[in-house]
Antibody, heavy 118, light 106 residues
Framework: QVQLVESGGGVVQPGRSLRLSCAAS????????MHWVRQAPGKGLEWVAV????????YYADSVKGRFTISRDNSKNTLSLQMNSLRPEDTAVYYC???????????WGQGTLVTVSA | DIQMTQSPSSLSASVGERVTITCRAS??????LAWFQQKPGKAPRSLIY???SLQSGVPSRFSGSGYGTDFTLTISSLQPEDVATYYC?????????FGQGTKVEI
């Protein structure tokens, strides 16, 4: 069965960096676009970034552009999110999610909490 | 960017009642609209894609309709397990955006 497992969350000071990972299994990872979506405490869902199967056309939300970098390793079935210059407003649960042309976000991970605080 | 506006923000209904949530896009998104259900402390779950297609395993009491800018999620007979927050989402282009959510209570 499809499984997405995020890791790497934690407490970090403003201005510091953190790297999130998402381990995928149960499907052919190299053929799907993958996304990061976040949710601040008590708030709604916010799309963060997407990387297509071939890593060619990558897009970011304006709120993270220039600070976050999404990447993938198809040989290891792993999605990553490098987060630099973190701000308190980046505090959220970060989910990785699978995407297909027809069905957006058909599978989600359980999420990993990132807290940016001094 | 395309803005997604849901209404109402919250609602309370009785078991067995019909519930309708609306979502309006700020631009034409054709049929590129999905609905998600999120229960407290859990990841979102896909319910509807392409505006009206039911995701595998989702009960048939859930249905979606609409095209262009106006969309609807309907729960034909509300059940206790449907208590959750519901989000609409467009996958028409980037950046992708979500509605602000509708909290459904019994």
């Amino acid at each position: 069965q499809v499984q997405l497992v995020e890791s790497g969350g934690g407490v970090v000071q403003p201005g510091r960096s953190l790297r999130l990972s998402c381990a995928a299994s149960g499907f052919t990872f190299s053929t799907y676009a993958m996304h990061w979506v976040r949710q601040a405490p008590g708030k709604g869902l916010e799309w963060v970034a997407v990387i297509p199967y071939d890593s060619i056309h990558i897009y970011y939300a304006d709120s993270v552009k220039g600070r976050f970098t999404i990447s993938r390793d198809n040989s290891k079935n792993t999605l990553s999110l490098q987060m630099n210059s973190l701000r308190p407003e980046d505090t959220a649960v970060y989910y990785c999610a699978r995407d297909s042309a027809l069905i957006p976000f058909d599978y989600w991970g359980q999420g990993t909490l990132v807290t940016v605080s001094a | 960017d395309i803005q997604m506006t849901q209404s109402p923000s919250s609602l309370s209904a009785s078991v067995g009642e019909r519930v309708t949530i609306t979502c309006r896009a700020s631009q034409d998104i054709r049929h590129y609209l999905a609905w998600f259900q999120q229960k407290p402390g859990k990841a979102p779950r896909s319910l509807i894609y392409a505006a009206s297609s039911l995701q595998s395993g989702v009960p048939s009491r859930f249905s979606g309709s609409g095209y262009g800018t106006d969309f609807t999620l309907t729960i034909s007979s509300l059940q206790p397990e449907d208590v959750a927050t519901y989000y609409c989402h467009h996958n028409s282009r980037y950046p992708r955006t979500f509605g602000q959510g509708t909290k459904v209570e019994i």
